[in-house]
């Protein structure tokens, strides 16, 4: 880039694409899930919806801001950020899931008492550990599958995770055995409490990973 241009960073209004389901009766808690790399809000719905026993929570699925065509063809799908300008999309992001989960929570009668629970997949992971270390909502839990903590969390010497649940596929060669291990150490250095759920299979979100969402899930509502 010449030396005599400037880079400005200018803040804009954009709206963002959130699907909830609300149970028939009182919902439990709030679930909100963050998709991974060109996915979008409706397949991180479908997800949520396979957990045991999340009929009874209140479902927030959000897309990223960045939305695009995949490939050649009419499916729009989205993406978190890149590493371009990755402090402030950060901010930008973090604001955005707050507004969504403060308009989610317009319909909790009973607000104050409901655990929010974040679940992301694959590049949803970091943003569900960024809701629930710096979003402004108290976090009960994070989910986390196929990703990992992202490195200004991990880096952090004052981070406090919530309770979390680490899951990665025995085939999984994005968020390797390594990585999963490094996560354990961080997040238990700080104090936190976290499980960790090695499943058959890849880098994907299966069966067997809601199933042991729902567990979960069912030991934070019995808390």
Known sequence: ?????????????????????????????LLAGFHGYAEDAATQLERLV????????????????????????????????THQDRDVAILDNLAYVDAAIERALQDVATRATVPIVYAGF????AMAFRAGLRGRQPTAGVIAVGGDVPPELREDPHARF????LIRGTGDDW?????????VAAIEARG????????DGGHEWTAAVSAVGGE????????
């Open 1 to 29: 880039m010449p030396q005599d241009l400037d880079t400005l960073l200018v803040p804009t209004i954009t709206h963002g694409r959130v699907l909830v389901r609300r149970p028939a009766g009182n919902a439990v808690g």
């Open 175 to 183: 968020y390797t055995a390594a990585k999963l291990d490094a996560d």
């Open 122 to 125: 694959s590049q949803g992971v």
């Open 192 to 199: 936190g409490q976290v499980k960790s759920v090695v499943f």
């Open 50 to 81: 396979a957990i045991p026993g999340t009929d009874r929570w209140l479902l927030v699925s959000i897309q990223a801001l960045h939305r695009f065509y995949r490939g050649r063809s009419k499916d729009v799908v989205a993406g978190w950020m």
């Open 216 to 223: 979960f899930l069912s030991g934070l509502l019995s808390r």
């Open 162 to 165: 919530p309770r979390t649940l």
